[in-house]
């Protein structure tokens, strides 16, 4: 089995910084692309950060200059680095990846993790 495990979500005063976390765990063979995306209720869920193996990144207009997504690949494990937090970022934020199963080389699954919940109020 293999799973995403989030976790660094909680309550900001706009303005304020978070820092979330994914750990993969399982068999895993490699670990491909990773991302963060963000949910809100009635919404779709969107893309908020993307990065590959190599670390190029991706960013949401919104949240560009203000985020940063890094990875560190021996921990097969990405942060989410929210710095001038607005109410607008308030939402679920799940983190996904492409891993490679030991069990099934060649082969890439979609995983995600269960969300943790960000909310930015005074």
């Known amino acids: 089995q293999v799973q995403l495990v989030e976790s660094g979500g909680g309550l900001v005063q706009p303005g304020g910084s978070l820092r979330l976390s994914c750990a993969a765990s399982g068999n895993i063979f490699s670990v491909n692309t990773m991302g963060w995306y963000r949910q809100t209720p009635g919404k779709e869920r969107e893309l908020v950060a993307g990065?590959?193996?190599?670390?190029?990144?991706n960013y949401a207009d919104s949240v560009k200059g203000r985020f940063t997504i890094s990875r560190d690949n021996a921990k097969k494990t990405s942060y989410l680095q929210m710095n001038s937090l607005k109410p607008e970022d308030t939402a679920v934020y799940y983190c996904?990846?492409?891993?490679?199963?030991?069990?099934?080389?060649?082969?890439?699954?979609?995983?995600w993790g269960q969300g943790t919940l960000v909310t930015v109020s005074s």
């Open positions: 990065i590959t193996t190599t670390g190029t990144t």
């Open positions: 996904n990846a492409r891993i490679m199963r030991l069990e099934f080389l060649g082969t890439y699954l979609e995983i």
